[in-house]
């Protein structure tokens, strides 16, 4: 068997009506719902498959329903191929994604995960009701030429590179007036722009105090060497050792994604064959801008 990585989506990959068909065949999906109804206060599964969109795309809901939607997508997996986790040499989640890659790793347990992203979001959306904010997916322009319209930009307030996500793909985060001042500025340039449906400039300082909201529920989680290497999207190594992943879990949410150097790192390590376990295709569309020839299989619930 090829040697195997596990990719996890991050928030945007959420849709109504996700998990539906899934909790109604497996009764291993439905438990983890819930589970997870017990843990937050409220039906999750109903918001997923009967919404509204507007609930389901908040901050506050679509982290844990995509934390929870993608680990019922892996326990899927699981009872049609219960072999393939044997393989898999490593695992990295996009933002959000990164707490599903733990869980699975047995770095968090289900329920601390839950928690911990229920804290996550409901901090990223304390922080983003306090800043008119966003973020922008700029398509077309190389790194350096999104670096100076940055700077230029800034003269509207705070915005900065947020996701190196693949080639010709970079997401920035900033203030509403920067990011319109930057919209029009790469469009200007030759971009394709798009604006996330987010509630704010993640990955940025703007974030504050985000972050140490969310390092202080850490301090107080349970987490467990990890059975196989996570790649943190901080650093884009390879991590262990809870005390590692815990402060980069930190940083995390007021620091860039380096998804490509991600993807590049885990084919260097030998990777062979990718496996997408959750909403949407997302990544894989990502991974085929960094290796057009690579497979990736998609996991969806």
């Known amino acids: 068997m090829p040697k195997l990585a596990f990719l996890f989506p991050g928030q945007g990959a959420q849709y109504v009506g996700m998990a539906a068909g899934l909790c109604e065949s497996l009764p291993a999906a439905r438990e983890l719902f819930e589970e997870a109804s017990s843990v937050l206060g409220y039906d999750l599964l109903e918001v997923c498959t009967k919404g509204p969109k507007e609930r389901l795309d908040s901050t506050v809901i679509s982290q ?3 934390y929870v939607a993608s680990l019922a997508a892996l326990e ?3 009872a049609q191929s219960p072999e393939i986790e044997n393989a898999v040499i490593a695992s990295a989640g996009l933002s959000l994604g990164e707490y599903t890659a733990l869980a699975f790793a047995g770095v968090l347990r289900f329920a601390d995960g839950l928690r ?17 904010s966003g973020m922008v997916s700029i398509l077309l322009l190389p790194i350096d030429k999104i670096e100076e319209l940055c700077v230029q930009s ?8 947020a996701n190196l996500l693949c080639p010709g793909n970079t997401v920035v985060s900033g203030t509403k007036a920067a990011c319109d001042e930057i919209d029009k500025l790469a469009t200007a340039a030759g971009a394709k722009t798009v604006r996330l449906s987010v509630a704010g400039a993640f990955h940025t300082d703007i974030m504050k105090p985000a ?3 969310l390092a202080a529920a850490l301090d107080k989680a349970t987490l467990h060497a990890a059975r196989i290497p996570i790649w943190s999207n901080v650093d884009a190594k390879p991590h262990t050792d809870p ?9 995390q949410v007021i ?5 490509e150097t991600t993807m590049r790192g885990l084919l260097a390590q030998g990777v062979e064959k990718f496996y997408e376990i959750g909403p949407q295709r ?4 990502l991974l085929k801008r960094v290796d057009r020839k690579i497979e990736c299989v998609n996991i969806q619930v």
């Open 64 to 66: 844990p329903a995509i």
């Open 76 to 78: 899927s997996l699981r």
């Open 116 to 132: 911990l992203v229920k804290t996550r979001g409901e901090a990223m959306q304390t922080a983003s009701d306090a800043t008119p």
């Open 154 to 161: 800034r003269t509207c307030g705070t915005i900065q590179i």
């Open 211 to 213: 972050d140490q909201t």
């Open 243 to 251: 005390a590692e992943i815990r402060g980069l879990l930190v940083k």
């Open 255 to 259: 620091q860039p994604v380096h998804w």
């Open 282 to 285: 997302v990544l894989a569309g």
